[in-house]
């Protein structure tokens, strides 16, 4: 029999974390504070423990040096209502087993204790070097979800793959991972590789010496070699030109570049963060993007959600963007209840980056007042060129159509049965 702590101020949390330890077979402590937990370590000291971040008195996050202290590398389950980005890597650099949002099923957290059990949990003992994160804004399920797996890899050196929709914030999530890293003091440098031609790819990836080709008349250091001690962000990565792949997986495999017209190498360590909205694997098969760098860049994967799947942030983005289209000390304006429910049920097919220019649009319209309806754009019309890929087989292509449709028109206000006609 393995004993449980479970730590929260919800008695109704309490009760069913007791109920389901119970079903299985384990003995159950519950406490309503970090103080009173601590004080049943002397009595009882548990196999796991179920640990709420915020509580009255000392918080979870504060509790879990102290449990440390006091009993070793258990293992701790953390669970919130409030997660976001900062509490998500907080926990992971302070090794809690597990990230949990509330609400959760009684089956997520049965499978994590059951993990739990298993394990031999070890402290790192590291604390996270930045206190926040601008621009990733919202609580919902799937945005906790990214937080989560941001924390995660941030504090590993694995190569990330972030993939997702064009405007959804990939960028935003691969300045996180930087800044919550250990290479955090290191120099952060993105390129969009689609806004290179493949004569320039290498050039500008490897850099150059002087005579290397017409036109180089001076060396020039490659963002490879720019991104030594930090992290380098590969935007639009399915676009690499097929050459210059090839000298890519070789600087990340041997850590060194040899720039264009020079045979002696440079040694170079950074992280790379690549991103892409779209189908690497699919582009693997056709042979436009080699498979050994697919499987190098894609050790650790973050799928980052369209906005019209966590309609439940478009609020609090829209006030977010909102309060900073304001300069100075004045007060931003704001948005009437009808606005606000337009930009909840619009699709936005351009995601984050349209709600923003949305919001922008509409400040100016209103002219510092109230932002009605009226004040709005249009909402942007989606072609079927742009809903899916133009690589998509025609049958995921249908299926992905249908789906946008649907989408759009359960969004509408207009009565659903003409779905069915």
């Known amino acids: 029999m393995s004993r449980l702590l479970v730590v929260d101020d919800e008695q109704s949390i309490c009760w069913g974390l007791h109920e389901l330890g119970k079903s299985l077979g384990h003995e159950v402590v519950t406490a309503s504070s970090a103080e009173q937990a601590l004080e049943t370590l002397e009595t009882n000291k548990p196999d796991v423990i179920v640990l709420d971040v915020r509580l009255p008195g000392m918080d979870g996050l504060t509790a879990i040096d ?22 998500a890597v907080q926990a992971v650099r302070q090794s809690a087993f597990e990230y949990i949002i509330k609400p959760f099923d009684l089956e997520t957290v049965e499978r994590a204790l059951a993990r739990a059990l298993r394990s031999t949990q070890t402290p790192t003992g590291a604390t996270p070097r930045r206190n926040s994160v601008g621009g990733l804004v919202g609580n919902s399920a799937a945005l906790q979800e990214v937080f989560k797996h941001i924390a995660l890899a941030a504090v590993s050196d694995a190569s990330v793959l972030l993939c997702g929709e064009s405007g959804t914030g990939k960028e935003l999530a691969a300045r996180a991972l930087h800044q919550y ?30 005579g290397a080709f017409t036109g180089a008349d001076q060396d020039r250091v490659g963002l490879l070699v720019q991104a030594d001690g930090g992290t380098l962000f590969l935007d639009e990565v399915a676009d690499i030109p097929r050459a210059t792949q090839v000298k890519l997986l070789r600087a990340l495999e041997h850590g060194e570049v040899a720039p264009v017209g020079s045979g002696q190498a440079i040694q170079t360590n950074f992280r790379v963060v690549s991103a892409t909205h779209q189908d690497l694997l699919r582009k693997v098969k056709d042979g436009s993007f080699r498979h050994d760098l ?18 439940e942030d478009i609020r609090e983005l829209a006030n977010h963007f909102l309060s900073g289209t304001v300069a100075g000390d004045k007060s931003p304006p704001v948005f009437s209840a009808a606005a606000l429910q337009e930009l909840e049920c619009r699709t936005w097919y351009g995601n984050v980056r349209e709600l923003r220019n949305a919001i922008e649009h509409a400040v100016i319209v209103s002219r510092g007042g109230t932002i009605e309806t009226e004040h709005l754009p249009q909402p942007a019309a989606a072609s079927p060129l742009d809903l899916v890929e133009l690589e998509q087989p025609i049958e995921e292509s249908i299926v992905s159509l249908i789906r946008r449709w649907a989408e759009e028109k359960l969004s509408a206000d207009s009565p659903t049965d003409a779905i069915y006609e």
Do not use: M, Q
Not at 68 to 74: D, F, N, Y
């Open 181 to 210: 890293s250990d290479r955090s003091s290191g120099p952060f440098v993105a390129i969009n590789v689609a806004s290179l031609s493949s004569s320039l790819a290498e050039s500008e990836l490897f850099g150059h010496v002087r």
């Open 294 to 311: 697919f499987f190098r860049l894609a050790a650790f994967r973050i799928d980052i959600p369209p906005l019209r799947d966590r309609r």
């Open 66 to 87: 102290e449990f440390r202290k006091r009993i070793g590398p258990v293992p701790i389950i953390v669970i919130t209502a409030y997660g976001d980005l900062k509490t």
